[in-house]
């Protein structure tokens, strides 16, 4: 028996079963402080090296286990996103490369117009593409909504909206691996491979929602899920473009 000290109920185990304080006290050291911190806020060491692993082998197990609200096993996926968000933009920093030549070279293979039209759409381009630069670290995320909505619409009445908003904020985020593969494979090889980087995250986001819910996947089940990537990936792009045109007919109107 040992008693907590943050409730002071006596018991026994490796927590306390009224506060969840740990029993067996470790001294306080500087590892102790470092790990209670990346264990406890971050959910790093095990649960984040458990979640990644996870999200590449078995991605439905690790999503049905939060859906089914388990806490414990994996990190869920908002902190999921902040994390490898974080990563992200520190891969960036570290190999001194630009979000705004990345993008570039990422548009041109996504086919995006780039560089013909008149003045007037590449004054748009421009202006869309710094918008874009400049918020690069929302920019993925902005097509979760999206991407909720195709599965949403392409998968009826399988899960809730939240439910596809849980599994689309995990897939999308864990397809950061890729790119940041990416920008090393560039950094080292001084070859752009984004577009290598786009198809691989492509064939992991149809492979991996193709094995909802039983973990199986078939040819068909693979290419409707990419035809859902597709579909919301259209919606995303003519959303953006309309709003770039009523801003910039805006702007237009209230300059004169
Ligand atoms: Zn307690």
């Known amino acids: 028996m040992e008693k907590c000290i943050n409730c002071s109920l006596e018991s026994g185990g490796n927590y306390c079963p009224n506060c ?3 029993l067996h006290l470790k001294k306080l050291t500087l590892r102790y402080i470092s790990s209670e911190f990346t264990d406890r806020w971050l959910g790093l060491d095990t649960k984040f090296s458990r979640s990644a692993w996870g999200l590449f082998l078995h991605p439905e197990r690790v999503i049905t286990a939060y859906l089914n609200r388990n806490s414990v096993r994996y990190i869920g996926p908002l902190g999921y996103y902040i994390v490898m968000t974080a990563l992200m933009l520190i891969t960036f920093e570290l190999l001194g490369l ?37 918020n690069f670290r929302f920019v993925s995320a902005l097509l979760i909504p999206f991407l909720t909505l195709g599965v949403q619409w392409l998968y009826r009445k399988k899960r809730s909206f939240l439910e596809n908003l849980v599994m689309i904020t995990y897939l999308q985020t864990h397809t950061i691996w890729f790119l940041i593969v990416g920008l090393f494979t560039f950094k080292w090889t001084g070859f752009w491979v984004s577009q290598y980087m786009t198809i691989i995250s492509l064939i992991y986001f149809g492979w991996a929602l193709g094995r909802f819910n039983d973990g199986k996947i078939t040819f068909r089940k693979f290419l409707k899920a990419l035809l859902t990537w597709i579909v919301s990936y259209i919606l995303f792009i003519l959303t953006l473009s309309l709003m770039a045109i009523v801003l910039v007919v805006f702007i237009g109107a209230f300059k004169k």
């Open 98 to 134: 630009e979000v705004a030549d990345f993008l570039k070279s990422t548009n041109e293979n996504l086919g995006l117009p780039s560089g013909s039209g008149s003045a007037r759409q590449l004054a748009l381009q421009e202006s869309i593409s710094g918008w874009v630069s400049r």
């Open 20 to 22: 969840g304080q740990k």
